[in-house]
């Protein structure tokens, strides 16, 4: 049985992590950490404040709990980044070398995730492949890279079980979007539920990958589980499941709320990275090193979406 250290616990992703972990390996065996507490996650199992720009801390931590696993999530994203591009270098960067370095000194396999932020204007914007040029024009997409290559050697400099994904755009009705440039797939569905109208920051056309959470959970899952021995890329494996612009969520939604409008306010910032990040990536490798398989469309997400949102609303 796995024993699991999850750094930056409470973001988006975490959040959801942490419970579906907990759901299969044991409340006892999944420590979550974060800078801040979180009552409900505490209250379900181990939790302890990590700054993760404090190896000795991490270390302590890992050591205390005798875990075997580190998924390490704590970032900042995109757009935060592009407002503090020296903390986002700390955080991201220095957080993850803190981990990796954890990782190494006490033998423990080893999740981050990448993200379609690592490429950049002059990576193939269709069918990007798995191994292409990457020149982010980002701080989060410079993090990205350096982070892919980092994991890299410390798999093959020092034999740390390094592995992660990159993610698309993530869209979830648990936790409230943080400072992605995709956080508009996100604030569509409750501006819709709420309002019945969403004015979209970008632009109409723009195509970006997008994950519906219950498929990245999993996939993060089925990646930690996969035999080694199968595994040549290890690191930053492409991962999508919807390709998508704004008007394709507003068609999605308007099947269940007819009324719904959208109309553009963009945000030349956000815009900015959107467009410097491909329109749909290819998967394939995933699939075949791991057997990665998404399970949600645009359509089937757009239902669950308006029925859990709209669930919560009415409270």
Same mark, same amino acid.
């Given at each position: ?79 935060? $980044? ?5 903390? $986002? ?118 195509? !970006? ?14 990646? !930690? ?75 089937? !997400? ?14």
């Amino acid at each position: 049985m796995k024993k699991i250290l999850v750094t930056g616990a409470l973001g988006q992703i975490g959040s959801e992590l942490i419970t579906k972990l907990r759901s299969i390996y044991g409340d006892s065996n999944v420590i979550a950490t974060d800078i801040r507490v979180d009552n409900q996650i505490a209250e379900q199992g181990p939790f302890e404040l990590v700054d993760v720009t404090d190896e000795q801390r991490i270390f302590q931590v890992a050591k205390d709990y005798q875990v075997d696993t580190v998924m390490h999530l704590a970032a900042l994203l995109s757009a935060t $980044a592009e407002k503090m591009p020296k903390r $986002a270098w700390d955080i991201n960067m220095g957080g993850l070398m803190n981990t990796l370095e954890v990782a190494r000194e006490l033998n423990l396999q080893f999740f981050t995730p990448s993200s379609i932020g690592a490429f950049g204007p002059s990576t193939p914007k269709d069918n990007t492949p798995q191994d292409t040029l990457q020149r982010p024009t980002t701080m989060y997409g410079v993090n990205k890279v350096s982070g892919e290559l980092l994991c890299d050697y410390y798999f093959q400099r020092f034999g740390v079980d390094t592995r992660g994904v990159r993610f698309p755009g993530l869209i979830s009705y648990v936790t409230p979007p943080g400072g992605g440039t995709t956080d508009y797939a996100v604030e569509i569905y409750y501006e819709a539920v709420n309002n019945k109208s969403y004015t979209s920051y970008i632009a109409e056309g723009t195509y !970006m990958d997008m994950m519906f959470m219950p498929d990245a959970l999993d996939a993060i899952v089925q990646l !930690m589980e996969a035999d080694p021995a199968k595994l040549i890329h290890r690191n930053a494996f492409n991962i999508s499941a919807i390709s998508a612009e704004p008007m394709d969520f507003a068609r999605a939604i308007q099947a269940h709320i007819p009324e719904f409008n959208l109309t553009f306010n963009v945000d030349p910032i956000r815009q900015g990275i959107a467009e410097s990040w491909p329109n749909r990536i290819d998967s394939s490798v995933a699939t075949a090193e791991w057997g990665f398989k998404a399970n949600y469309d645009i359509d089937r !997400m757009t239902k669950e979406m308006l029925e859990k949102i709209s669930s919560k609303v009415n409270l």
